[in-house]
């Protein structure tokens, strides 16, 4: 759990820190894909992502005994995960909004 809820293994200048970075930039990517999926709107995924990034880091916050993370490192990654994800999730939703819809259906 303290690689999920704590700022301390989130690092840009070590290699075993890029294992989590990657990690948290790979679930926003699979979050825009649940974005087009739930939402299926591309004007609710800003509010979705924010939402979730606020949730997470009231989660990071408990988790530390009230203490906000105060690393440039997870700033950086989780701002770039979020703007990821929203980016990608409109993108996804507005092209599932963009398909045909079937008017016969066998």
């Not at 409109?90 to 398909?99: K, Q, V």
């Amino acid at each position: 759990l303290d690689h999920v809820f704590t700022d301390k293994y989130l690092n840009v200048w070590t290699g075993t820190g890029w294992v989590d970075n990657s990690a948290v930039l790979l679930s926003a990517m699979f979050g825009s894909i649940l974005l087009a999926l739930i939402v299926e709107k591309a004007k609710k995924c800003l509010d979705f992502s924010v939402t979730l990034f606020f949730v997470h880091l009231v989660s990071c916050t408990c988790y530390q005994k009230g203490e906000i993370p105060n690393t440039w490192d997870w700033w950086i990654v989780h701002i770039m995960g979020m703007i990821i994800m929203i980016i990608s999730g409109e993108f996804f939703c507005s092209r599932r909004e963009l398909m045909d819809i079937p008017l016969l259906a066998f």
